[in-house]
Every structure is written in C-alpha cells, then in structure tokens.
C-alpha cells in the first residue's frame, strides 16, 4: 500500500496521501512531517460520516468527497473496504489528477482484498 502511495503523491499538486478505515483509523500514510495524520483522518472521517448518512437516505454509496479550503483540496476516494485520503494543492487542475488518484484507489482495492482474503 505504501507504494501505491508514493507514486501517486509523484503527481503533479499532490502533497499527501493516506489509507483510513470507514471509521477513520489510519492504516498507512505518506504526508509531510508537519501535517497531523490523526487530525486528516479525523477529518476525512467525519465528511465521510456526513456524507454517508446524506446519501444512505438516498440510497447511494459514496464515491468521492471533495473539501476545498484556503491553503489546498482534501479528497476521499471510496476504495472498497477503505478511504484514499489525498491532500492537494488549492490551485491544480483536479479533472487530469483524478485520473492518477482513482488509478491509485483502484489499485488500493485490489491490494486490500488480497491482503485480506489472506492471498
């Protein structure tokens, strides 16, 4: 998982990125020393709870949460049985690094249902 993590926080605008359980634990992360990973997961999990409640009473399952502040975008990716949390620059064009950051979700589900399934 770290890996995968690396190589997407490569991406042009990309600061950080981390790995959280649907109850906001984090299980890896690759963010800058001064960024507070329990706070970002923290954070990402109360969106995700906001979220979630929204759309379970419309019967949807979230996808992608995006929360822009002053000083950059964070970003929750549903990756099956976890959360991609990816912290950005305020100023990239989102529309060309959700390409990379959905690849790196995409490849985070495969990872985690192997390592779970035991495989």
Same mark, same amino acid.
């Given at each position: 998982m770290k890996a995968i993590l690396e190589?997407?926080?490569?991406s042009?605008?990309?600061n950080g990125s981390a790995v959280i359980t649907r109850d906001g634990i984090p299980v890896i992360s690759v963010i800058p020393d001064q960024t507070d990973e329990e706070k970002?997961?923290?954070?990402?999990?109360?969106?995700?709870?906001?979220?979630?409640?929204?759309l379970g009473q419309l019967d949807q399952d979230v996808q992608v949460v995006r929360l822009e502040?002053?000083?950059?975008?964070?970003? $929750? !990716?549903?990756?099956? %049985?976890?959360? *991609?949390? $990816? !912290?950005?620059?305020? %100023?990239?064009? *989102?529309?060309?690094t959700m390409l990379d950051i959905k690849s790196a979700a995409n490849r985070l589900r495969?990872?985690?249902?192997?390592?779970?399934?035991?495989a």
């Open positions: 190589q997407l926080n490569r042009v605008g990309i970002m997961a923290a954070i990402a999990a109360a969106l995700i709870r906001s979220v979630m409640n929204s502040a002053s000083r950059g975008r964070i970003l $929750v !990716v549903n990756a099956g %049985t976890v959360f *991609l949390v $990816v !912290v950005t620059d305020p %100023t990239i064009n *989102l529309d060309a495969r990872a985690v249902s192997l390592e779970w399934s035991g």
